[in-house]
């Protein structure tokens, strides 16, 4: 079945370093990812919608400048969360959608500590 | 406020019993839903999906109905095992023929399937 790769699965930076995580569709391409956040017990919350070659688009509320997000090709998206705080530590997931239909599919998330 | 609605946190069911587990909308622009299951740590991964043209869709033991006046779907897993135990999020979208589209999601319900 499909497969979207997401990479580091977990991750620990010190507060002010950057970190990045990677989003790759492995059998698909996707013009269209999708980047969440998910804080404990809660539901998934959309950070921003990332569109090959062109800017993300950014929820209500989301920093573009600390989250920078880029999508240089039809696999792959990565999300940059610069200049991290601890209250950014939170699990992160990517999802793509199959340019071939409308499903989505998530990657394995990434949980991110600053410590 | 929030257009996808799990009102049941929670829901425990005897193993080879049915599952049936619930989600209303409140935006009759959504024409595309999705049920995905959820362990801690992990991605969401995709279960089931029904078009907004359908009642109904199975998928061996998994069959999501569609109620489109009600504005509510459902999630019947027939019979239930002890690995069926995970979170369930209902989710939504529109627009199917545009790619730019996130998905929008409930606050998932806990299933226990007790052996």
């Known amino acids: 079945g499909a497969v979207v790769s997401q990479h580091p699965s977990r991750v620990i930076c010190k507060s002010g370093t950057s970190v990045k995580i990677e989003c790759r569709s492995l059998?698909?391409?996707?013009?269209?990812m999708f980047w969440y956040r998910q804080f404990p017990k809660q539901s998934l919350m959309l950070m921003a919608t990332?569109?090959?070659?062109?800017?993300?688009?950014?929820e209500q509320g989301v920093e573009k400048d600390k989250f920078l997000i880029n999508h240089a090709s039809l696999t792959l998206s990565t999300l940059t969360v610069t200049s991290a705080h601890p209250e950014d530590s939170s699990f992160y997931i990517c999802?793509?959608?199959?340019?071939?239909?409308?499903?989505?599919?998530f990657g394995e998330g990434s949980w991110l500590t600053v410590v | 406020d929030q257009q996808v609605k799990q009102n049941s946190p929670s829901l425990s069911v005897q193993e080879g019993r049915i599952s049936i587990l619930n989600c209303d909308y409140t935006?009759?622009?959504?024409?595309?839903f999705l049920w995905y299951k959820k362990y801690p740590a992990e991605g969401p991964t995709f279960l089931i999906s029904?078009?907004?043209?359908?009642d109904k869709n199975e998928d061996g033991r998994f069959t999501v109905f569609l109620n489109k006046s009600a504005k509510h779907l459902s999630l019947h897993i027939v019979p239930s095992q002890p690995g069926d135990s995970a979170v369930y999020f209902c989710?939504?979208?529109?627009?199917?023929?545009?790619?730019?589209?996130?998905?929008?999601f409930g606050k998932g319900t806990r299933l226990s399937v007790i052996a």
């Open positions: 935006n009759s622009m959504f024409d595309y």
């Open positions: 989710a939504a979208s529109w627009g199917r023929n545009s790619g730019n589209t996130p998905l929008v």
């Open positions: 990332s569109n090959e070659g062109s800017k993300a688009t950014y």
């Open positions: 059998d698909f391409q996707a013009t269209t």
């Open positions: 029904i078009s907004s043209i359908k």
């Open positions: 999802s793509a959608r199959d340019d071939r239909g409308h499903t989505i599919y």
